[in-house]
């Protein structure tokens, strides 16, 4: 599982690759997201373009990041999804809880 955490302006961007799944990706990207939070971070864009793949304790893991976010007086907002990410967000219904974009550049630019 591969991140990188940049700045751009006052959005903070987490670039993810790799599988987000039970044990091998859900709590690192947690952990993540919760460190920025305690940083104080607001806006919060998850560029999810390399994630290969993700399972049902992925999708619990971008759950709780929202809801963390929320509980934080934060946003959370989900850019690049692959077509199966997109795809499973639609079957999941939690393509109208998330706000997504085509681009890391749209996503930052939205807040």
């Known amino acids: 599982m591969k ?3 940049l700045e751009k302006g006052d959005v903070t961007l987490m670039n993810i690759g790799g599988r987000i799944t039970l044990g091998s990706g859900d709590i690192k990207m947690r952990d993540k997201l919760l460190e ?3 940083k104080g971070k607001k806006k919060i864009v998850l ?4 994630v290969s793949f ?18 934080h007086g934060a946003q959370v ?3 690049n999804l692959t077509k199966k ?7 999941t219904r939690l393509s109208s809880v998330f706000e997504t974009f ?3 550049d749209d996503a930052v630019k939205s807040f």
């Not at 971008?62 to 963390?68: E, I, N, R």
Request: glycine fraction near 8%; charged fraction near 30%.
């Open 77 to 79: 907002k989900l850019a």
């Open 47 to 50: 560029d999810l373009g390399e």
């Open 85 to 91: 990410i997109d795809d499973l967000l639609d079957i």
């Open 102 to 104: 085509d681009s890391a």
């Open 54 to 71: 993700i399972d049902s304790a992925g999708l619990g893991e971008l759950v709780a990041a929202y809801t963390s976010a929320r509980r």
């Open 3 to 5: 991140f990188e955490v």
């Open 36 to 38: 920025q939070l305690d």
